[in-house]
């Protein structure tokens, strides 16, 4: 009887002579745009992380907020929310013309709050929140309480809104203010709101 065919085999394994080698280059047919994609939100991130530090410069007529009375604990009469323009070596005649209306500072309009009713040359100012114009002039001043609120400059004043208008006289002091100042000044129920800018003062007197 013939003896069996003997087939002589390579080391390797059939499975592996079939299979790819496990060394072999893998091939990576992931999208390019989905390997970019997380740069490009670390690179947005940061642009706007970096651009949400810069803070703008203080305003050239800084806000400011003034309460009668200031004692913290006691129950506020009014509150004045305005801005600080700078004479910087102009006359106050220069920056506010005689006889046009102000807006009594700069930028936003002056907003004055009354927290209770407060009497102004014999009229009842009810509570309320109001904007405070001026109109200079030589010897007196025009105050205008009036009822429209959120306004820039005086551009958006009306007339029909005045809840009031009074004129108080013009004083000059020794004392020269750089900023456009007020305060409030007074005692028991009578108070008095001063507004001074160089050497020219006016104080609008009121009783609650």
């Not at 047919?29 to 490009?40: A, E, R, V």
């Not at 706007?48 to 004692?71: C, T």
Request: net charge positive; no cysteine.
């Amino acid at each position: 009887m013939d003896k069996p065919l003997a087939i002589s085999l390579p080391s390797r394994s059939i499975q592996e002579m079939i299979s790819p080698r496990l060394n072999s280059p893998v091939i990576d047919f992931t999208p390019i745009g989905s390997k970019l994609f997380p740069l490009f939100i670390i690179a947005v991130t940061f642009s706007y992380s970096s651009y949400g530090q810069e803070f703008k410069a203080l305003d050239k007529s800084p806000l400011d907020m003034i309460e009668y009375p200031a004692q913290r604990g006691k129950d506020k009469v009014m509150r004045v929310i305005y801005s600080r323009p700078q004479l910087r070596g102009r006359e106050f005649n220069k920056i506010v013309s005689n006889g046009k209306l102000w807006r009594t500072g700069a930028n936003e309009s002056t907003e004055i709050t009354f927290f209770k009713d407060v009497k102004i040359d014999s009229k009842v100012v009810p509570r309320g929140r109001y904007t405070l114009y001026t109109i200079p002039d030589e010897t007196t001043w025009t105050i205008i309480i009036n009822k429209k609120l959120n306004t820039w400059g005086a551009y958006a004043y009306d007339s029909s809104q005045d809840l009031l208008r009074v004129k108080v006289p013009v004083e000059y002091s020794d004392e020269n203010l750089e900023a456009f100042s007020i305060t409030i000044k007074g005692k028991g129920s009578i108070a008095f709101l001063h507004m001074g800018w160089g050497d020219l003062r006016v104080k609008l007197p009121m009783s609650f």
